[in-house]
């Protein structure tokens, strides 16, 4: 045993004993961040506008502070890009995040002083995490590889603007300087396959112990590297010992990983954005990632059925249930002020607080009133495939309102198979009844006669890929949304679809 291994098993027992310290108090932890936050940006422009100073109580907070998306806040945050100081948060952020907006273009998440270095103490708190409770330790000797964009930044009005995995480069550790790959040049590289050939050139002869970035972005490294060797990743990295994994839900592409792998590898799944980090998987022996309740971050949770209600509840994490889909908000040391962030979410366990991601509130499907959400359409596909001997690369759902043939309308799932299913009648059967069950709305719809089974279109290999360079979002932090209300995304694959 390497003395920066033992090194990393004594911090990583002490780092815990500190989370466990946090999450066995999480209302009091909770009550502490929004004492701080309010009293922090009480002569803020919006601290000011929102009578921060009065603010006694979550109530008192609730009936001054409306929920707000980056449009509806974004008066303030152009202020912020502007140049103008303590408009959200004292004196000027030390960074934007760059990220793609829906309806406005490019949105830019404000980075200060103090929220950026949560983001670094997380993702090194999830790998310390598992190093208490494994006793696993020497995969830090090895090589560290995450996927990310380019660390390039471009200044804006005096505030360095960039991707937030890209920042984020920024951040590490000097201990780790000499294990972490790729290079700084082949990191600047914009194009993304460029990039992964450059990365494939630099890791393949070496000792690769960790492994980090989104699903679709490191299978397609993982691909590359293996028609370069002939091998299994496991054969060719004899001591990967950990994937560590976000932005997306990792069951579709479990069994494809399993097999690009060849062997089983330990997982950690984390769940951050440009607008903090909110959980990672700190258990490999539990379900859920725990909450990260001491992060400079103030949590609201509305029932997913309320949320477009005129004035839904808003509820602090005493209140919250299992199993329930809540939307996510926060009230960040960012300057995020009860900032919708997209995501619904649903507890796993309340002892402490652990959460998987259910989907996007934003990414359902409700043509019909059915409220399908990403976290049923990806249990059944699941569901699907296993008994099929599917495995799946990529896939996305729409409405076909009205379909050319004048039959009933359906929902339309086009699949990306790395394994095709056995049979494609028995897959899409299996993937309705596996939905059905999980939704009464939809199944009620089925059984009324107002929809018709769900169609599966098989889209070719890569054509997910291709797509997404058709719209400039390959790789770095761009995702496939699984659910739409629109046919934009469906269209453009039915063309695909031809080429099969």
Request: aromatic share 12%; net charge negative; glycine share 8%.
């Amino acid at each position: 045993m390497s003395i920066k291994s033992l090194g990393a098993k004594i911090f990583a027992k002490r780092v815990r004993k500190k989370i466990e310290q946090w999450a066995a108090e999480p209302v009091e932890t909770q009550e502490r961040v929004f004492n701080e936050l309010l009293k922090t940006a009480r002569n803020t422009a919006f601290g000011k506008d929102h009578d921060f100073a009065n603010i006694k109580t979550h109530n008192d907070f609730v009936q001054r502070v409306p929920i707000r998306d980056y449009e509806q806040l974004r008066p303030y945050v152009d202020r912020v890009v502007a140049g103008e100081e303590a408009i959200l948060w004292p004196g000027k952020p030390i960074y934007f995040a760059k990220t793609s907006g829906t309806t406005s273009g490019a949105k830019y998440i404000p980075l200060t002083k103090e929220s950026m270095p949560m983001h670094i103490k997380a993702a090194r708190n999830a790998i310390l995490c598992y190093i208490a409770e494994s006793g696993k330790a020497d995969f830090v000797d090895g090589k560290m590889i995450f996927l990310q964009g380019s660390p390039e930044l471009t200044p804006k009005n005096g505030i360095n603007l960039g991707r937030l995995s890209g920042i984020v480069a920024h951040y590490v550790p000097a201990y780790l300087q000499k294990n972490r790959l790729p290079s700084w040049e082949t990191n600047c590289i914009e194009d993304w396959e460029a990039k992964v050939d450059a990365i494939v050139e630099e890791t393949i002869d070496e000792d690769m112990t960790i492994i980090s970035g989104i699903p679709p972005w490191v299978q397609m490294y993982f691909e590359r590297l293996q028609q370069k060797s002939g091998k299994t990743i496991g054969d060719l990295f004899k001591n990967f010992e950990l994937f560590i994994y976000g932005g997306v839900n990792y069951e579709p592409y479990k069994a494809t990983f399993e097999k690009l792998i060849g062997r089983k590898v330990a997982g950690i799944e984390l769940y951050p954005a440009s607008e903090g980090f909110f959980a990672f998987q700190d258990s490999q022996k539990e379900k859920g990632m725990l909450l990260q309740l001491d992060a400079g971050m103030f949590y609201e949770f509305v029932e997913a059925t309320t949320f477009f209600e005129e004035n839904p509840k808003r509820l602090t994490i005493g209140e919250v249930k299992v199993g329930v889909n809540y939307v996510l908000l926060i009230s960040s040391n960012a300057g995020l002020w009860a900032y919708n962030i997209g995501d619904t979410i649903q507890f796993t366990s309340i002892k402490p607080y652990r959460v998987i991601v259910s989907g996007r509130i934003k990414h359902f499907i409700s043509a019909f009133g059915e409220h399908v959400i990403g976290k049923e359409v990806e249990q059944a596909i699941k569901e699907g495939a296993v008994a099929t001997g599917a495995t799946i690369n990529e896939f996305t759902v729409a409405p076909q309102i009205n379909p050319s043939d004048e039959s009933l309308p359906y929902h339309e799932w086009f699949v990306e198979f790395e394994e095709a299913p056995r049979d494609m009648e028995a897959f899409a059967q299996l993937v309705d009844d596996a939905l059905r069950a999980q939704n009464t709305y939809y199944d009620d719809l089925i059984e009324g006669n107002i929809l018709r089974r769900l169609v599966v279109r098989q889209v070719p290999k890569h054509g997910f890929n291709t797509y997404m360079k058709s719209i400039g979002k390959l790789g770095g932090q761009n995702k496939l949304p699984r659910l739409a209300n629109d046919r934009k995304i469906a269209d453009v694959l039915l063309r695909v679809e031809t080429e099969l």
